[in-house]
């Protein structure tokens, strides 16, 4: 277990120290508070303007800053559930009075789709019902973008290595260069062992099918996006989506 004995640090399992003010300390929090969150369900507990939306807040800051870059003309996001994270997008893009975004789910819910519609940024979004990897949605997808449009995508669906592999085989063409493709969710690699997690998760993640399909395609490299702002020590991601910036660099 940790502890911070008298003098502020954080003692380890191993008897090891760390000053509680060192990045180290910070890492070794957050690896035990992401992993405590995910036992709690913590990702559960949040909403965006009224719907729930399952990310970590920090996450959410993070894609924020590399929105609000790019300012994309299009964000295409597979996985809606209960449409939190389609109303944040729609909320930047209303912010930044640039973009739209293409959400699609292989089940949209009626509840769902009714809050979102009657949501006052549901002009921002547009929602297409079917399996992110069917060639017909992908090529409905493929209506809502124009030619030299700044096209950001988030896959945020089954998280199998195999469906994510896919969707960035799939949905990699849509993305402008400079842009990113985000394979979210990587931290299930991480919790292999906790409550809702299986053991193939060590390599059954979105995280390795990102690592492969840059392998696969030089046109693309995983990166992690430059803090825009950091006058602290930390300059590490606390984050759900390790290694899951893929980079589109030509
Ligand atoms: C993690 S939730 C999405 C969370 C949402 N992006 C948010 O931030 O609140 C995953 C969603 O993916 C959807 N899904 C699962 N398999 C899918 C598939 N093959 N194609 C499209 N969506 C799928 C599920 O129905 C579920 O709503």
Same mark, same amino acid.
């Given at each position: 277990?940790?502890?911070?004995? =008298?003098?502020? /640090?954080?003692? #380890?399992?191993?008897?090891?120290?760390y !000053?509680?003010?060192?990045?180290?300390?910070?890492? #070794?929090?957050? !690896?035990?508070?992401?992993?405590?969150?995910?036992?709690?369900?913590?990702?559960?507990?949040f909403?965006?303007?009224?719907?729930?939306?399952?990310?970590?807040?920090?996450?959410?800051?993070?894609i924020?800053?590399?929105?609000?870059?790019?300012? *994309?003309?299009?964000?295409?996001?597979?996985?809606?559930?209960?449409?939190?994270?389609?109303?944040? %997008?729609?909320?930047?893009?209303k &912010?930044?009075?640039?973009?739209?975004?293409?959400?699609?789910d292989? =089940?949209?819910?009626?509840?769902?789709?009714?809050?979102?519609e009657?949501?006052?940024?549901?002009?921002?979004?547009?929602?297409?019902?079917g399996?992110?990897?069917?060639?017909?949605?992908?090529?409905?997808v493929?209506?809502?973008?124009?030619?030299?449009?700044?096209?950001?995508?988030?896959?945020?669906?089954?998280?199998?290595?195999?469906?994510?592999?896919?969707?960035?085989?799939?949905?990699? /063409?849509?993305?402008?260069?400079?842009?990113?493709?985000? &394979?979210t969710?990587?931290?299930?690699?991480?919790?292999?062992? &906790?409550p809702?997690? &299986?053991?193939?998760?060590a390599? /059954?993640?979105?995280?390795?099918?990102?690592?492969?399909?840059?392998?696969?395609?030089?046109?693309?490299?995983i990166?992690?996006?430059?803090?825009?702002f950091?006058?602290?020590?930390?300059?590490?991601?606390?984050?759900y989506? *390790?290694?899951? %910036?893929?980079?589109?660099?030509?």
């Amino acid at each position: 277990m940790i502890q911070i004995d =008298e003098a502020n /640090n954080l003692v #380890i399992k191993d008897g090891k120290r760390y !000053d509680i003010g060192s990045p180290e300390a910070f890492k #070794i929090i957050s !690896d035990v508070w992401i992993r405590s969150g995910w036992d709690t369900k913590y990702v559960y507990s949040f909403a965006w303007m009224g719907r729930p939306v399952i990310q970590l807040p920090e996450d959410m800051i993070r894609i924020q800053e590399v929105i609000f870059d790019i300012k *994309p003309d299009v964000i295409i996001e597979t996985g809606i559930a209960h449409g939190g994270s389609l109303i944040f %997008y729609a909320s930047l893009c209303k &912010a930044i009075e640039k973009g739209k975004i293409v959400g699609v789910d292989i =089940e949209i819910r009626p509840h769902n789709r009714e809050a979102i519609e009657s949501h006052f940024l549901s002009p921002y979004i547009s929602m297409i019902e079917g399996s992110s990897i069917d060639a017909d949605i992908v090529s409905q997808v493929g209506k809502h973008v124009k030619e030299n449009d700044t096209v950001l995508v988030l896959l945020d669906s089954n998280h199998s290595y195999e469906h994510v592999l896919n969707e960035l085989k799939m949905y990699s /063409n849509f993305v402008s260069i400079g842009s990113y493709i985000v &394979a979210t969710d990587g931290i299930m690699e991480y919790v292999v062992g &906790a409550p809702r997690s &299986a053991p193939d998760w060590a390599t /059954n993640n979105p995280k390795k099918a990102a690592e492969d399909f840059v392998q696969e395609n030089p046109d693309f490299i995983i990166v992690e996006p430059k803090f825009p702002f950091n006058e602290g020590q930390i300059s590490e991601r606390v984050t759900y989506w *390790p290694s899951a %910036y893929i980079k589109r660099i030509k």
